[in-house]
């Protein structure tokens, strides 16, 4: 039997943009629809929306409409394409923007023609993965100096509501020294979606970026599938054509909300807060496409997480603290130096980067800290050493100099400044590193770096 081409009838339910079809023979069908697989609404003989199978049981499929159900009769047709969702993948899809489906929406030429990658495959063999070593700069001090991006490296950007966390983001994208750069858009405003497509394009990197966006005004259905459209390609583009691609996905709490939405819909039963139990091992599978491939590129993802109220325990965020490896933490407008890290900054610090970088990382870090522990005193009224004032100026200078999101410096020159920063407000013999790196990088009265 073509699937194909025949026409099935009996739709029992319509409850948001879920459909239930029974269907009478599909234990006698020779290619019987499968989850996921992806089937085309027919109305009064029209193409009305694509759908994908969401649910099997006995002689009831359930359909998730991409472009929702409104107006849709229970008299409509659905013809099942025994197939899933496809990405474009071919060397024409650089520059060019895509919806939820996997559609051009930049009015730029046609794709139909082109070479496709089957989505939602299966998450890579270990046996494939080798150890994550190279660093990816990104010239952003509280990034490159003190947690380091590591390719193959899965991590989040934890901020709240009304942070410039997607400004940030979309600096990442620019300044990267990554061969691609795929952008996943979940849910995002008009405005957001525009700021960043002017961003790369102001930025001249939109021949090196491919982005994936969903509208918060688009179907809830296609912001499930942003996310597994981009890796796809980019892990196509790793293990085929090697290249060191870089994954931003914003916002993975609207991507968790409408997994809630489309669960809510099916009257799955809710877990924590709503969301359904399976949330832990839905963002695990798309995270886990980070990967380092043996003898070929790699895929690294860095995604915004947005915490509601500002609350960590919140499901999506304590639940990818538990998958990912490590955070940054944008509060206040800065990346936290007490909330964020990088937990595979370890396999490159001193290694990649220059010697004296984890002594200047841990001292900058240790002074900043002991310096905000000054402040506090201060505003208590407690008498401050002459140590404490040199703490107070240092802890203020740093903030200006390294915290600032739109300060942009390379690695070595940030390390550098770090040096003369140091001499800028202790003695050198104060400053407790080892004595040989002292000698060597110590800034001099000119605050120029020795070396």
Not at 108 to 137: C, Y
Not at 274 to 295: I, N, P, T, V
Not at 298 to 309: A, D, E, K
Request: glycine share 8%; aromatic share 8%; hydrophobic share 40%.
């Amino acid at each position: 039997m073509d699937l194909g081409l025949t026409s099935y009838k009996g739709i029992a339910s319509i409850v948001g943009d879920i459909i239930n079809l029974r269907v009478s023979d599909v234990a006698t069908m020779s290619t019987p629809p499968r989850n996921r697989d992806l089937a085309i609404i027919e109305q009064n003989g029209e193409f009305f929306s694509l759908a994908q199978i969401i649910k099997l049981s006995d002689d009831l499929v359930s359909l998730q409409a991409f472009s929702g159900t409104k107006g849709l009769s229970n008299n409509a047709s659905v013809r099942f394409l025994g197939e899933t969702m496809q990405a474009i993948y071919s060397e024409n899809i650089f520059g060019r923007i895509f919806n939820g489906s996997g559609v051009p929406i930049d009015n730029g030429p046609g794709l139909t023609q082109e070479p496709k990658v089957a989505i939602n495959g299966p998450t890579v063999n270990p046996v494939s993965r080798v150890l994550a070593s190279r660093m990816i700069r990104t010239n952003i001090p509280m990034i490159d100096v003190f947690n380091c991006l590591v390719e193959s490296q899965k991590i989040p950007i934890f901020s709240v509501a009304g942070e410039p966390f997607n400004k940030f983001l979309g600096r990442i994208g620019v300044q990267a020294d990554a061969d691609v750069v795929i952008f996943a858009g979940l849910g995002l405003i008009f405005d957001d979606y525009y700021s960043f497509k002017k961003m790369f394009e102001d930025a001249g990197v939109m021949s090196r970026t491919v982005m994936y966006v969903n509208l918060a005004s688009d179907p809830v259905v296609e912001r499930l599938m942003v996310p597994d459209l981009a890796l796809a390609v980019a892990e196509k583009l790793a293990v085929e054509e090697g290249k060191r691609v870089l994954v931003l996905m914003t916002d993975m709490t609207a991507y968790a909300d409408a997994m809630k939405e489309i669960g809510i819909a099916m009257e799955h039963i809710p877990s924590n807060r709503g969301y359904m139990g399976d949330l832990y091992s839905q963002l695990a599978r798309r995270y886990e496409k980070a990967c380092d491939f043996r003898g070929a590129g790699s895929v690294t993802i860095l995604s915004v997480t947005t915490m509601p109220g500002n609350d960590v325990t919140h499901p999506v965020p304590d639940n990818t603290g538990y998958i990912t490896e490590g955070q940054f933490y944008l509060h206040n407008g800065v990346i936290d130096p007490f909330g964020s890290l990088s937990r595979l900054k370890q396999h490159v610090i001193g290694k990649q980067t220059r010697e004296d970088h984890s002594q200047i990382m841990n001292t900058m870090i240790r002074y900043y800290s002991e310096g905000v522990e000054a402040e506090q005193k201060q505003a208590m009224a407690f008498d401050l050493s002459e140590f404490d004032h040199k703490l107070l100026k240092f802890s203020q200078l740093f903030k200006q100099q390294f915290m600032r999101l739109d300060i942009s410096m390379a690695l070595e020159p940030a390390l550098d400044a770090c040096w003369v920063l140091l001499a800028e407000c202790f003695d050198k013999e104060e400053v407790i590193i080892k004595q040989v790196l002292k000698d060597k990088y110590w800034a001099g009265t000119d605050g120029k770096v020795s070396a």
